[in-house]
T-cell receptor, first 115, second 113 residues
Framework: ETGVTQTPRHLVMGMTNKKSLKCEQH?????MYWYKQSAKKPLELMFV???????ENNSVPSRFSPECPNSSHLFLHLHTLQPEDSALYLC??????????????FGSGTRLTVV | GNSVTQMEGPVTLSEEAFLTINCTYT??????LFWYVQYPGEGLQLLLK?????DKGSNKGFEATYRKETTSFHLEKGSVQVSDSAVYFC????????????FGQGTTLQVKP
């Protein structure tokens, strides 16, 4: 257990469904991140939150909608996804702006399959 | 911007062989450097890090030295085990205090008994 917990571990959803991924950390970190990991592709940074404020959105389609209600929780809301969105979605946290020098702590990921 | 390049995989070794996974970087300023490991079905775990030139990070028998003159941070292990089979990612801080880590594409290591 790394201190960053992601649920669910596996998710299968149809293209018309709406679902949410959850990430929780109690490490006292104040920056959180969503990454997408697809087969044979580099890690893609999707969103960055620092002190609950979104500071980066890397041209992610609007069918992915992040939410950070407090510094311990991060959600990724999904709707009308495409099969190419199937991937491992990783959440990470760090000590915040400038805290990257300490590294990130990752969760175990949610394996998403869109059918 | 800052970037990192890793050697292509997969790397296949026999147990007890010597491991080197090459990593080179391009950066402005003085980034921190990291190696992460991802075991099958898991997220990434921090393996080791170095925050300034000539620092050596080490953990679980793995080592990497921050070489500013060659802009490299190669990962080494003297004797690999089957349990080291995983994907290894080199990363560096994004510079300008952005709070971001920039990852390489990952190198798959397979160790055979």
């Amino acid at each position: 257990e790394t201190g960053v917990t992601q649920t669910p571990r596996h998710l299968v959803m149809g293209m018309t469904n709406k679902k949410s991924l959850k990430c929780e950390q109690h490490l006292g970190h104040n920056a959180m991140y969503w990454y997408k990991q697809s087969a044979k592709k580099p890690l893609e940074l999707m969103f960055v939150y620092s002190l609950e404020e979104r500071v980066e959105n890397n041209s992610v389609p609007s069918r992915f909608s992040p939410e950070c209600p407090n510094s311990s929780h991060l959600f990724l809301h999904l709707h009308t996804l495409q099969p190419e969105d199937s991937a491992l979605y990783l959440c990470a946290s760090s000590r915040g702006s400038g805290g990257a020098s300490y590294g990130y702590t990752f969760g175990s990921g949610t394996r998403l399959t869109v059918v | 911007g800052n970037s990192v390049t890793q050697m292509e995989g997969p790397v296949t070794l026999s147990e007890e062989a010597f491991l080197t996974i090459n990593c080179t970087y391009t950066a402005t300023g003085y980034p921190s450097l990291f190696w992460y490991v991802q075991y099958p079905g898991e997220g990434l775990q921090l393996l080791l890090k170095a925050t300034k030139a000539d620092d050596k990070g080490s953990n679980k028998g793995f080592e990497a030295t921050y070489r500013k003159e060659t802009t490299s941070f190669h990962l080494e292990k003297g004797s690999v085990q089957v349990s080291d089979s995983a994907v290894y990612f080199c990363a560096l801080t994004g510079g300008s205090n952005t709070g971001k880590l920039i990852f390489g594409q990952g190198t798959t290591l397979q160790v055979k008994p």
